[in-house]
């Protein structure tokens, strides 16, 4: 899986000056958050499959640079820059700021385990997640965007039109807790100005975090709100894992387990465009690994021709057989290792054949790892 450079700005209030940078950036992320909306239920889009190759830009392979102008339609240029939008939204809202745990809004109310419930206040667009914060011991509201129009010095240096409409969705909806009492987030809009071979800019992704009122989880709280989202995150993805025994309070995946193992290589590792030491300007989270990963997961694969949960010998059997196959597939897993908030895993395992999450979600391009049962 190739890294494309970009710029990345983040804004907070609190701090006086915006952090803004030109990094390279793996289209793992993108992937793994691809593959996580999928198993929580999104729609099943063929194209991330293929690692994004059908789009990306041919004539430029360092920049994060779409082929063409994305799409040849009007409309299609819109559905595709919403739906990436929406992955690397995603993806540099874990990677950058390390946010787990992402649980898409429904249209009225969201509840998790714990008694914490996200309700609509007033009409119109809502956030796209809510998430957590392991670094503050909070929940996070994080609204994507994308766009093909925009102007990039508004999104180098200004508030482009998506953001300040994003920013007004956080309005529309509130956290409270079993009691009713409302709790502070942090709201993040994350917007991407993509960059095409029609369109010779350079392509720019703006984190911007607008303040929020509420009552902050007090410490002793921290990890019950956090193990409530994770067990949400986890009975979301548990339908198409076909393992519904996640889904109550024990988490018992049962069914086959599958044991996987990943040895490190510096495949895709990103051209470089500056004089700097590329490692230097790769972000620890994103640096390729150095060690083996080894990990044992309620699996399933992800073809362009739907999802097939590993339960039994037949799926272990149709799992061997798909590895000799010509068409993409990948191996999503969910870490047994990680089924509860207390269970972090401590870095992210990441190289050339696929990536492990904190949280305990990773994806593998299956015919590069090693598999048993």
Same mark, same amino acid.
């Given at each position: 899986?190739p890294?494309?450079?970009?710029h990345?700005?983040?804004v907070?209030?609190s ?10 950036f793996s289209?793992?992320?993108?992937a ?16 991330w499959?293929r ?5 990306l830009?041919r ?7 779409w082929g063409?102008d ?7 240029r819109?559905?595709?820059s ?5 992955y ?16 898409p809004?429904r249209?009225?109310?969201?509840r ?5 419930m996200?309700?609509?206040t007033s ?11 392991p670094?503050?011991?909070s929940?996070?509201?994080c609204?994507?965007?994308?766009s ?5 010095p ?5 508030q482009?039109?998506?953001v300040?409409e ?5 309005g ?8 009713g009492?409302?709790?502070v987030t ?9 960059s095409?071979d ?6 720019v992704?703006l984190?911007?975090d607008p +303040?929020?009122?509420?009552? $902050?989880?007090?410490?002793? /709280?921290?990890r019950?709100? %956090?193990?409530? &989202?994770r067990?949400r995150? !986890? ?8 393992r519904?025994g996640?889904?109550?309070?024990a ?5 086959t387990?599958?044991?996987?193992k990943a040895a ?7 051209a ?7 490692d230097?300007?790769?972000? +620890?989270?994103?640096?390729? $690994?150095?060690?083996?990963? /080894?990990?044992?997961?309620? %699996?399933?694969? &992800?073809t362009?021709?739907? !999802?097939?949960?590993i ?17 993409p ?6 870490s047994?290792d990680a089924?509860?908030a207390?269970?972090a895993?401590?870095e992210t ?5 696929g990536?492990?999450?904190p949280d305990?979600?990773?994806l593998?391009?299956l /015919?590069?790892?090693e598999?048993?049962?």
């Open positions: 899986m890294y494309r450079w970009t990345i700005r983040i907070e209030p701090i006086p000056h915006d952090r803004t940078v030109h990094q390279p289209l793992w992320w993108a793994l958050a691809a593959a996580d909306e999928t198993m929580q239920g999104g729609p099943l889009v063929p194209a499959l690692l994004f190759s059908a789009h830009s004539s430029d392979t360092v920049r994060l640079r063409g994305l799409a040849e339609s009007a409309e299609l819109r559905a595709y919403a739906l990436y939008g929406r690397f939204s995603r993806a540099l809202l874990a990677s950058r700021l390390g946010f787990t745990d992402f649980v809004l249209t009225n109310v969201t998790l385990p714990n008694g914490v996200i309700r609509r009409k119109g667009d809502i956030p796209d997640w809510i998430a957590w914060d670094a503050t011991g929940y996070c509201l609204e994507a965007k994308g093909l129009t925009g102007r990039q508004h999104f180098l240096t200004g482009p039109t998506c300040t994003g920013k007004k969705q956080f529309r909806v509130e956290v409270v807790d079993r009691s009492r409302s709790l942090r709201n993040w809009v994350a917007a991407n100005l993509w095409t029609s369109r010779r800019r350079e392509s992704s984190l911007w +303040p929020t009122d509420g009552e $902050a989880i007090a410490d002793g /709280e921290r019950e709100h %956090a193990d409530g &989202i067990r995150r !986890i009975a979301n993805i548990a339908m198409r894992l076909g519904l996640l889904i109550g309070t988490r018992r995946p049962g069914g387990l599958v044991r996987v490190p290589d510096r495949d895709g590792m990103p470089k465009v500056s004089t700097s030491n590329e230097d300007l790769l972000r +620890p989270i994103e640096r390729p $690994a150095t060690e083996p990963h /080894e990990g044992t997961y309620a %699996a399933a694969l &992800i362009p021709f739907g !999802i097939r949960p339960l039994d010998a037949d799926d272990v059997a149709a799992l061997k057989a798909t590895r000799k196959s010509s068409t597939v990948m191996l999503f897993g969910l047994v089924l509860r207390e269970q895993i401590a395992w990441i190289s050339g054949q990536i492990a999450a305990g979600i990773s593998f391009d /015919e590069h790892v598999i048993d049962v």
